[in-house]
């Protein structure tokens, strides 16, 4: 008997393995994607009107200061202890929420239940941590 000879069979059996084989590694792929993919409380940014507010919290700051942040879809209106009223657009972040002005002076950012602000390079609102909200 010759092991190394190619007969139909042998040939058709190769082809229903391999074939299986793909097949199932989709198969297998699609269900561990559906399986992962991002949960979200709450309809995309691009289903909700612009100015609708998506959360609305305050911060309390080193040295006394706070910062109450309303959050919307593409930017956040920020109200600061110091008097000033800004809103900032959302710029892109590798990790947490990142807000912006144009040229970059003034970033605000948010990443679980914290924040700080930079201005010109400088911490101006440091190790802002999240207050409770009244109930």
């Known amino acids: 008997m010759e092991w190394n000879r190619v007969t ?9 393995v391999f074939g299986g084989v793909y097949a ?3 198969y297998v792929g699609t269900r561990y994607e559906a399986a992962h993919a991002p949960v979200t409380a709450s309809p995309s940014a691009a289903a909700q009107p612009a100015n609708a507010v998506v959360n609305d919290v305050t911060f309390r700051c080193d040295g006394g200061k706070t910062v109450r942040a309303v959050f919307h879809p593409h930017d956040v209106q920020l109200l600061l202890s110091d008097g000033r009223n800004l809103t900032v657009p ?7 929420a990142r807000y912006a002005n144009a040229d970059e002076s003034f970033v605000f950012w948010n990443k679980g239940d914290t924040a ?11 190790n802002c941590a999240l207050m409770p909200q009244p109930e």
């Open 116 to 126: 700080f602000i930079t201005e010109a390079s400088s911490t101006t609102f440091a």
């Open 24 to 26: 199932l590694g989709f």
């Open 90 to 96: 959302q710029a892109i972040s590798a990790s947490g």
């Open 8 to 16: 139909w069979y042998s040939w058709v059996a190769a082809v229903i």
